[in-house]
């Protein structure tokens, strides 16, 4: 009989508190941008902040990191591929089209991590990996039907919701590969966060003000995100050290729900039937991906 593998609490507990804690920059990302904070201002202003208090609380709490080069260059990549272009599409999306329907982009990662990892070789074509995603995808398209039925939305937001999931696979894949051995997850996240920085700061300079302004009235939002990206951001890497890839892409159905339920508390979007059943398929998919074969 398959039994659950070592940690698998842990991994659950590091997963919700991290999908909780990235939930939050879509309707946190709504209510900014409707006080006059542009999508991208919103989140160069939230990863550099988040990125600096990260990089104080591994300074105290652990010192300066072996080989900064190194940790560097894999901030720049990580940054990129995780934080720059979603979280930039996610806000922009959250803005255009509600946090709920922004939050269905963290719902197709999964698929794309395991296809990619199996193309790679990262992954054996097992069919409790393939059955553990499906279940999953399931719950999410469940979700995804019953808010596309509301309305129409734009090619602009389409296009959106497919860059989002296409580059979070990527580096959830990149992080399988090239994660640097012992470094504290305080300042894997400052790396990160500091090299997305470094990337947004000339698409924020070449942005129209309807993206790149910033007013005052917005920055409690902004503030607020900032707590959650970086405790987000150290249950992501603590996740990180103990699970595959694909077990780290479901990461993207807890955000989705995390995004669906913070939408109706925060800004009265509506909150579907179907989030109980679909909830109960991606806790089911999880449950499997956690199973030894």
Known sequence: MPHPLPGAGVRWMLLLAAGLALGAALPLGKLAAADGVGPVAFVLLSVVASGLLLALLGWCRHGLPARPWRLALFGTVSGLLGLAAP????????SEAGASFAALAYTLPPLLTLAGGM???LEPPRWSRVASVGLGLAGALWLAWAHMEAGAVSLGAIL???GIPAAIAAGNLYRAC????????EWLGAAMALGASVLLLPVWSWSPPSMA??????????GLQVLA?????????????????VVMSFLGY????????????????????????????????????????
């Not at 109980?276 to 499997?288: D, K, S």
């Open 87 to 94: 979280n930039t599409l996610a806000a922009w999306l959250s």
């Open 229 to 245: 990206a970086a405790a987000g951001a150290i249950a992501f890497f603590e996740l990180q050290r103990r699970a595959s890839a």
């Open 213 to 222: 302004g910033l007013d005052a009235g917005g920055l409690p939002w902004v």
């Open 254 to 293: 807890v955000v989705a729900l995390a995004g669906v339920v913070f939408g109706a508390l925060l800004l009265d979007e509506s909150l579907p039937w179907q989030l109980a059943p679909a909830t109960a398929l991606i806790v089911a998919g999880f449950w499997l991906v956690q199973r030894k074969p």
């Open 119 to 121: 193309a790679a070789g």
């Open 178 to 185: 090239f994660l640097p051995s012992g470094v504290p997850a």
């Open 160 to 162: 959106a919701l497919m």
